[in-house]
């Protein structure tokens, strides 16, 4: 798996919810998720449905939405696989 674009620690400033173990695996499993759907060549536009749970979806939305091309771009030179 690629590093995270900014620090952990940063990152749980910038979202104080993300200091929750539970909630940053959700958050991380939104930007895999989206990784993993670009580098198998699908649209990334539209976020899937993760959870019926209010906080857990705003939770993958957002990772899901940090992922930017240049992620995508690093995954495919790593040789992640899908």
Not at 8 to 28: D, F, G, H, T, V
Request: glycine residues 4%; positive net charge.
């Amino acid at each position: 798996m690629l590093p995270p674009p900014i620090p952990e620690l940063l990152l749980q400033k910038q979202i104080p919810a993300l200091r929750n173990p539970r909630y940053y695996s959700i958050y991380q499993s939104g930007r895999e998720r989206c990784l993993q759907q670009a580098l198998a060549g699908n649209a990334i536009s539209q976020v899937p449905l993760y959870s019926h749970n209010a906080t857990y979806q705003s939770l993958f939305s957002q990772g899901w939405a940090s992922v930017n091309a240049q992620d995508i771009r690093l995954a495919k030179a790593a040789g992640m696989s899908c």
